[in-house]
């Protein structure tokens, strides 16, 4: 099994979801992140003076699949996610050892 | 310590000199000409011996303390608009809110209240720039004791809460130097224009019209301008998705909303009781009690159509109710019995519920229902005064035809306002869009006009130091 | 653009034509018996010529501008209660507030008011249903020349300040219709024969009991109704461990609280200095000073008490102190001197600490301290004015017996207010836990009374939209 | 259910005891020495038979009324403090606010006054400690009919607000403890001495300075006590950069910073037109207008400047500027036309940018902007009361020579009031310095006050709770 | 050395944590998330309109052990934090090479 | 490639993603945690009583990066985020399978 975490913009979170839940996705966690990268943060104005937010309001998703789907996970979030200007975000697909659902204790697979 | 660029001693130093020449020059002619003997007022009440002097006193002081509080439904509006919007557009409202008074002031000095109250034609005042209080061209207001001054600062809150409900239809997509010209133009030409009509001496004043607090003058105003807006700009982003469907999208603070909401309940107070311009006890004690009562059933009238459709009280709706009960005995809450404003104000808050469903399915898109609020509880209000006018409403009047006579007044005053204010509304916003877009980039919408507007959050430390 | 089911268009149509006709039919009549000749109040004061004219239009101004203020305090309420209890709740709470003074608006309206006024026995008023102000039935008002609705207005807003206070301390966990019900059962009869008992000419009024402004009658009876819910409902879930020993369960915005209750301590400014319901001069500028250095030294006193029992100066403490400060001296107000007043404030500031944990120890848990803060102190100020009266009081009296019966009046009368009111309150709840369970599920209370009971959140956009 | 430690009932009952047996012995005494007679004050107004029965009752009314407002300031100032600094000393700043007015109103009532009002010398009063209203000792309030506790009343809130203004520039940085001792030192000494010489019949009074609400006593006091703090404190950990360059530290609320905005200037309301102190009624609605107008060409003045200087329209200077323009009017309200308070208001709006860019660059670190707001434009507002007085001032006056001596003496009043200001701050602070540190630690600072003064969170539901 | 991320409902979090440290865990790091999953999220009303909120709040656990004591751990959450009702989170195992303390630059076990 | 995986204390951020960015680590992603630890929460006090706030607020770096600048970054990090206090926070090493850059498709190293 595989985790793949993606960075995305905040705004994109429902139209991947729901590409995703076509591909046959069943789960899903995401949290609000904060991301540095080429895309460089952008100048505020406070009281008169200009200082630069380095960070950008970023989501991460935790998607856990089986391996069979990672591909088409990976080919569902690019084609959705992307806008073509710098700050689209990345995808990191990692390891994972076991899943266990916590209400039944099933474990493997079928707990995703 | 002291390493200190030139720059700005400079520019102080080149601005004062700039200023004291301009005072020396132009200063003195204008000014002498404007207000020069406005110290003469002070000498005499502005009504002489006429007026006995402690119920001038009373008047001159109920006028102010009313206005005061008519001045803090700002805050309330902003308040409101604020919680009822996304976080993202949070500085852009409350910016709106504050320069749309601080403008309107300007303009409502200058134009605004010599075209409503000036001597003129039924059209509009003509008389009275700048207010000088000493010419004696406002005879409109010949019938209130108080300084002309004390009128002035009345009326102004009144202008500003035109000018401002519209910001809340237009909200979350509207440039904010559009907003800052439409906001002068509507205090300064559309809303007086109007006010001149109803309570200047106009001709739906002269035909027998009834507004006393401004359901119509003011709310209805306000309402259809910003009908006029949301039509013009269409729906916000991913307001309707691809079924057509209306999708709410919520604001970001209920706790500010509710409180805006009763700061506005508190300037209501100010609003109706204070259109007495004068300290006459039994009326301002009348009307205090009717502007409350029908504020509380509409809120009670909308909570309970939430309830019955939604299965749940729903607290925005409730929010509204109370203003749409508020909004709607404005106009009759001097003439009306407690029976009649608890009639209104119940009608008021279940009318509202369903004009916000109207509008949103007809896709024009008002985040906060200030159309629904004040335009269609505004005329709703003007127009039942006709049956409830404890003298003149048909459910009272014992001569029928002059009571009919009366409601249909009361009907054509608010169809005229209604499209005097669609029209040049949709006027002034075309000419908007043509010159100036009136709405922002797509982009800019989905970052936020706190951003793009103004290079702002409403809560940086959140951003960044939170992370410090 | 259009596509527009009928069912909108159907019901609108529907309900006019309904409205209608029931106007025509039942309309006119109930209308004409209830207040069909509220006009002729117009045409003279109240109290006719016996007044000087001047100070009956000074006298219904301070009364307005008073109650004003204390309408403004429902909002304070709204703010300290939402800022002192949890976000997954705060619409509820505002909610509350703003349904128990609308639904009080209408219930102290048709029965709260005659039962508290109306000409009847010493126990209640029996007559002046629905306020109409030209009937001579509230005798017990003869000595206010403000007209009948001004004074409805002004005890109006008490009444409902005595509501709000019970919603502080069953918060978190009440039902909402449980909460409609009780607080229009409060508004309508249990508060008006309070408040009959003391200010309306009963038994306790015959007796001597002096409260100026309401420490027990208003305070008293909303912190004993209080007290009741709370025992009735039991502990928020998570306030007691399995030691028993309380924890504490922090609100969710203190800015919210503080900028309530300096909201409320604006609002004293009316509830006190109101009271006089008149403006008599010297009067209201004695309370004014009396209400503004117990609230004070109030804040003072819970200040340094938490800085020695618990090393730091706490806030919520601070807060709750000037609270208290403010609900001692509402009865005493007019009665004692300046520094009487430094010395009530002060001590209740130190009560109120202690009455908080002592509430906490015999597990009544009251998650914004309403019972302390209105009950114990409102008991406390009301007792202390038996000593500090500058009159009557023992510290003050020449006859030093008169004195001592004085004193044991003030203790009767909170004695009996407490009794009435937890007896009638558990009564009431014991009835509504019957019948419609009073306390939500404990799913519903982990998850929030904003979902449960409103399907809404209070800050929705931090949820949702905050993510797109 | 109660198992209950006696500590509580012990401690209860032996204080109890314990101020009983203390009133007995020394309260009578010592309280009929300072307001036994105070009663005797309701049989007849302050004046007696020599003033108008009804204008007597008028100008405690607006007086009253105007007090009030002006109270609430206390809440504007709150939030504006609150939401211009970070979430992690926001209960810091709430306390600050409330302590600074509970104490000062114990010190105005005990020292203050007396110091102000009473008479005395040129350089201070030295009668009339602890207020009481019997005593004849206060010649300098003699122009005003309203009862002394009224004048005291009035008077009391505008010693706060001088005293609350210092808590903005030293924000987020200040041990609480000395906050504490140098607010009560600012309204029982500092502030009363510089009231007295300009209102109170001192030495400024005798030279013909004119302040009419308090630009340089109020706001200037304020804002120059603040300086000297500030430079004794220091900037807050991370202002500069190695760089030595400002880096803005954003707050954490804007829409709290605009409601206590909005809140500000309806106290303003207050604070000029009540400074009439009688119920003036031509002179209170000019006063109404020109404060209004210098407020809102004052929040456009400084819009446009940062819309020329940064291409944005900043929200945090407009709302500044908004204070900026009503602090400059503050002085010359009374005295200028409205078209001088429309100048008079933009040159603030402008001012005060160039301000907070100067004090920034010279490494005062002012949080909230108020050295800028209250100081100098507090100072301008005076010196520009020589050129707009419409009779006295130099673009007025026809003898110019008098007018040049009377712009001298506002100038030399503004000087006089800076060096008391800052001489008698860094006293004080130094001497806190060297006692108590002043500063909080570096760790306490980045950890935040509100946990390090008063163990809390201004969101403690967001931190724990949230997550249950 | 693995990190066992646990998913679970917001209000379980005391109960964990207590039993956590009873089976010998030392440190956890918690974030706030939102979950998607068989559990539906909720109709929430704003307005007088009905709105579905697809995600539901949860917390997540990031806590990093000895091989050793996986199980253990394991079990004590599927003890303590289920309640057998649709949404109660999963447990994700991943392996993590190396651990450093930042104070002391401790590495490996010694460093959890 | 690896993810480096840093619990640190806020008031560090700046100071670690300046020095961060001179060993050349071109982004980050960053979230609000909550630790728990043998650095103890702190006592506060609401309305008149203490509680024990157990978890202390942390922020969550993780920085995906070629395996050959690992052992940098961590140094790096070490030196900047460390205060010699306890609760200076952890840094975990994971494994990373694959990155993909959302914007382009771009795979592997290139695509940090
Ligand atoms: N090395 C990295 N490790 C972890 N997250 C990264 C890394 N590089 C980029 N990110 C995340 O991806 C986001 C987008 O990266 P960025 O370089 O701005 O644009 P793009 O991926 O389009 O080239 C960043 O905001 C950050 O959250
Ligand atoms: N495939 C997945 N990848 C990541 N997180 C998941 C996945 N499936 C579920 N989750 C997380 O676990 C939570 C519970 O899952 P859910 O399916 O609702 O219930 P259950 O685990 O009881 O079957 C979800 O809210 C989500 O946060
Ligand atoms: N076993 C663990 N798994 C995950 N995170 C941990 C673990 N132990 C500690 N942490 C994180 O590291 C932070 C610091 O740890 P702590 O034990 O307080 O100090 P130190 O690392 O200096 O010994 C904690 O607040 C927590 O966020």
């Known amino acids: 099994m595989k985790k793949i975490e993606c960075i995305i913009r905040p705004f994109k979170l429902d139209e991947v979801r729901e590409a995703l839940m076509e591909v046959g996705v069943q789960g899903m966690t995401v949290s609000e992140v904060r991301g540095f990268g080429r895309q460089r943060g952008h100048k505020e104005i406070y009281r008169g003076s200009e200082y630069t937010i380095e960070f950008v309001p970023k989501l991460k998703l935790e998607i856990v699949v089986n391996e069979d789907i990672v591909e088409e996970v990976i080919e569902t979030v690019l084609k959705v996610a992307s806008t073509g200007k710098i700050g689209d975000g990345k995808i990191f697909i990692t390891p994972v050892e076991e899943v266990i659902r916590i209400r039944t204790g099933e474990r493997g697979v079928t707990a995703i | 310590m002291f390493h200190f660029s030139g720059i700005w001693v400079r520019s102080l130093v080149l601005g004062v000199v700039l200023m004291v020449v301009v005072m020396f020059i132009i200063f003195p002619t204008v000014s002498y000409a404007l207000d020069g003997t406005i110290n003469e007022d002070y000498a005499a009440g502005k009504k002489g011996e006429e007026v006995d002097e402690a119920q001038y006193v009373a008047d001159t002081i109920w006028v102010l303390f009313t206005a005061f509080l008519v001045f803090f439904m700002q805050a309330g509006f902003a308040m409101v608009e604020a919680g009822f919007t996304r976080a993202k557009n949070a500085v852009n409202i409350l910016m709106k809110n504050l320069m749309d008074f601080s403008m309107g002031s300007v303009a409502y000095w200058a134009v605004g209240f010599a075209i409503m109250f000036g001597n003129g034609n039924g059209f509009m005042g003509l008389r009275g720039w700048f207010v000088n209080a000493n010419t004696h061209v406002f005879n409109s207001l010949n019938w209130t004791s108080v300084p002309t001054l004390a009128a002035w600062m009345f009326q102004l809150v009144f202008a500003a809460t035109a000018a401002t409900i519209v910001s809340g239809t237009m909200a979350e997509r509207t440039k904010f130097n559009c907003y800052l010209i439409y906001s002068v133009v509507i205090t300064a030409l559309i809303y007086p224009i109007v006010g001149h009509w109803i309570w200047g001496g106009g001709w739906l004043a002269s035909l027998g019209m009834l507004d006393f607090a401004g359901s119509t003058v003011v709310h209805g105003t306000g309402g259809w301008l910003g009908l006029a807006g949301a039509i013009m700009l269409g729906p916000r982003l991913g307001k309707y998705g691809d079924d057509d469907k209306p999708r709410p999208i919520p604001g970001h603070n209920l706790p500010l909303a509710a409180l805006g909401v009763f700061i506005l309940w508190l300037g209501w107070f100010g609003f109706n009781p204070g259109s007495t311009m004068a300290a006459d006890a039994p009326a301002i004690a009348h009307v205090a009690v009717t502007t409350n009562l029908a504020a509380a059933v509409g809120a009670i009238g909308a909570m309970l159509t939430t309830w019955a459709l939604l299965k749940k009280p729903d607290v925005g709706m409730a929010l509204n109710g109370a203003l749409a009960g508020l909004v709607a005995i404005t106009a009759p809450c001097a003439f009306v019995s407690p029976i009649g404003a608890v009639i209104i104000g119940a009608l008021a808050g279940v009318l509202v519920v369903l ?68 029209v040049t509304g949709l006027i002034l916003f075309s000419i908007l869009k043509a010159t100036l877009m009136l709405r922002v980039s797509e982009e800019e919408e989905i970052e936020g006009l706190d951003f793009g507007e103004h290079g702002a959050s409403a809560y940086p430390d959140f951003q960044v130091t939170a992370m410090r």
């Open chain 2, 355 to 422: 004009a916000v469903f109207f509008f949103e399915k007809i896709h024009v898109d008002d985040p906060v229902g200030a159309i629904s609020v004040h335009g269609v509880c505004g005329a709703f209000g003007t127009i039942l005064l006709g049956l409830f006018h404890t003298e003149k409403g048909i459910f009272y009047a014992l001569d029928k035809v002059a009571a009919l006579k009366f409601l249909g007044v009361q009907i054509l005053g608010v169809v005229s306002v209604f499209a005097w204010c669609v």
